[in-house]
Nanobody, 122 residues
Framework: HVQLVESGGGSVQAGGSLRLSCAVS????????MGWFRQAPGKAREGVAG???????TTTDSVKGRFTISRDNAKKTLFLEVNSLKADDTAMYYC?????????????????WGRGTQVTVS
């Protein structure tokens, strides 16, 4: 049974930082493309950052230089460091995985989703 469980969200002031974590069970994450997505109220879910099977990380332009994705394969955990937070970063943040080979940069490519962790910036 595969599970993705996010944690680390919270309420912070603008300029603050958080470290989001995604604990994975039932899946070897080193073999999978994994990413973080977010969804603000009334908006579509969007990709924030991804990390491929080769370890190459990418981030969307709006968070480039502020957000960093990483993973600990041994601990089966995916991370997202979020710094210099802005009000526009307020959203539910979701951990995502693609089970089969391929990119995980779009919502339609994702096979597995966590339930999300809320980030609120005031």
């Amino acid at each position: 049974h595969v599970q993705l469980v996010e944690s680390g969200g919270g309420s912070v002031q603008a300029g603050g930082s958080l470290r989001l974590s995604c604990a994975v069970s039932g899946l070897t994450i080193s073999w999978k493309c994994m990413g973080w997505f977010r969804q603000a109220p009334g908006k579509a879910r969007e990709g924030v950052a991804g990390i491929g099977t080769n370890g190459v990380a990418t981030t969307t332009d709006s968070v480039k230089g502020r957000f960093t994705i990483s993973r600990d394969n041994a601990k089966k955990t995916l991370f997202l460091e979020v710094n210099s937070l802005k009000a526009d970063d307020t959203a539910m943040y979701y951990c995502a995985a693609k089970v089969v080979e391929g990119s995980c940069s779009t919502v339609t490519a994702i096979d597995l989703w966590g339930r999300g962790t809320q980030v609120t910036v005031s």
